[in-house]
């Protein structure tokens, strides 16, 4: 990451976007819960926060969101894909 991004105190050390928003990883070593994930949108928008106080389940916590949204996109896109599937059979007939 280039510039430096701060939310409520904590700094923006990871970022992984998916599709139109991102999940973060946050530190902020005054806080008790020292770690968070955050999704994101905009580059600023920072919500559904899962606070953390140890690195390592924050870096889990990162990645299992991350492939829960990957997952939803590719279950909505296998979704999408059979219904042009069908129009195009409905189509042939």
């Given at each position: 990451m280039?510039e430096?991004?701060?939310?409520q105190?904590?700094?923006?050390i ?8 991102e999940?973060v ?12 994930t ?17 690195q390592?389940?924050?870096i ?6 991350t ?7 590719q ?19």
């Amino acid at each position: 990451m280039s510039e430096e991004r701060m939310n409520q105190g904590y700094k923006i050390i990871q970022a992984i976007p998916v599709g139109e928003v991102e999940y973060v990883l946050g530190v902020n070593i005054k806080n008790p819960d020292r770690f968070v994930t955050w999704e994101c949108s905009g580059k600023d928008n920072y919500y559904w926060g899962h606070y953390l106080n140890d690195q390592l389940s924050a870096i889990k916590d990162l990645c299992q969101r991350t492939m829960d949204k990957v997952e939803f996109y590719q279950q909505w896109q296998e979704k999408v894909n059979q219904g042009k599937q069908r129009n195009s059979q409905e189509r042939e007939r």
